[in-house]
């Protein structure tokens, strides 16, 4: 059974960095696709970031653009995603997502629980 478990939130004030961390159980991340994913209260889930395997190419959604980074450490079989410059206005549940191949086509297969981030201004 597959599991991606989400670690790394917290409560920061803005201006603040955090990174979040997924690590992953019963497969690893590679040859799939990786995405963070995040969902607001109130709100629909959203896409935040994504990371293809193999190429390494990145996607990032405009609000997270120039101040978030998605990466992976494929040894650790653990997603990163280095939150900079936090805003308020990111305060959500983030969530870990797999892809359903290498390549990100926004389709995914896992979810993990979520990690809760809050941003204070």
């Known amino acids: 059974q597959v599991q991606l478990v989400e670690s790394g939130g917290g409560l920061v004030q803005a201006g603040a960095s955090l990174r979040l961390a997924c690590a992953a159980s019963g497969r690893t991340f590679n040859p799939y696709a990786m995405a963070w994913f995040r969902q607001a209260p109130g709100k629909e889930r959203e896409f935040v970031a994504a990371h293809s395997w193999g190429s390494g190419s990145t996607f990032y959604a405009n609000s997270a653009k120039g101040r978030f980074t998605i990466s992976r450490d494929s040894p650790k079989n653990t997603l990163y995603l280095q939150m900079n410059s936090l805003k308020s206005e990111d305060t959500a549940i983030y969530f870990c997502?797999?892809?359903?191949?290498?390549?990100?086509?926004?389709?995914?297969?896992?979810w993990g629980r979520g990690t809760q981030v809050t941003v204070s201004s």
């Open positions: 997502a797999s892809g359903t191949g290498p390549r990100w086509t926004g389709q995914v297969d896992y």
